[in-house]
């Protein structure tokens, strides 16, 4: 992923949390050709001049992409078509769910070229596969199949191959006919779960829950409940 597509991405995104484009309901990543994203530009590292203080810099503004996803309060689908290596792993975990097919491959990559992950892996991957099966994966460069990637929980959904970014469209499709606010806040409360304890995450739900509670969504919800019809959210943005 290079540094302009990724500098235009995060723009997009917070433009969402800014408010700036409210009738975005969900956000839909899916790559252009035949793999979801195969990494960085090895090519272009190698022939900087001090390596290291550019690759940090293009990690940095790859990291500030990595935090709009998980920031931005809609959700975030990933559609993961062929190979999510290197930092396309690394987007495809930080993603709310993950479509995939049995063709689907990730592959930490890193070690291939001597580098240590960015875009989160090495936190993200322990939270959802559990730390020995991330130091597995991580040390060994494994390359996990899509049925594979299923059973670990890297990917949410497993559907056939020329499915994938169908089934991600209609997924984000379905979250932006829902209580967008309601959902925006679901996130927020997961993602800030990983660093806390029950005592400490506990008033946290209380306050969120209140505040959909007093939402245009949270209102339309109960009445809907109470007069026995489905939910129209689509006037509560």
Request: a negative charge.
């Amino acid at each position: 992923m290079d540094g302009p597509r990724t500098a235009s991405a995060t723009a997009l995104l917070q433009a969402i949390a800014d408010g700036g484009t409210s009738a975005v309901g969900a956000v839909v990543l899916f790559g252009a050709g035949t793999s979801f994203c195969t990494g960085g530009n090895v090519k272009g590292f190698g022939a900087a001049d001090d390596p290291g203080p550019y690759v940090s810099g293009v990690a940095r503004t790859f990291h500030d992409f990595i935090l709009a996803v998980t920031r931005v309060p809609v959700p975030v689908v990933a559609a993961v078509h062929g190979w999510a290596a290197g930092a396309g792993m690394s987007i495809a975990l930080a993603c709310d769910l993950v479509v995939g097919g049995p063709a689907t491959k990730f592959r930490p990559a890193y070690p291939a070229i001597g580098f240590t992950p960015d875009g989160g892996m090495s936190w993200l991957l322990p939270k959802i596969v559990g730390p020995i099966r991330a130091r597995d994966m991580l040390l060994t460069d494994a390359v996990v199949g899509g049925e594979e990637a299923e059973r670990l929980g890297l990917l949410s959904r497993l559907v056939p191959d020329d499915r994938v970014q169908a089934e991600a469209q209609l997924v984000a499709e379905q979250l932006a006919q829902g209580p967008t606010g309601a959902l925006g806040r679901i996130k927020r409360l997961a993602w800030e779960s990983a660093d806390r304890g029950l005592a400490e995450h506990l008033p946290h739900e209380a306050r969120s829950i209140g505040e959909s509670a007093a939402s245009p969504g949270g209102r339309e919800g109960v009445r809907a409940f109470a007069e026995r019809r489905p939910a129209d959210f689509s006037t509560t943005w």
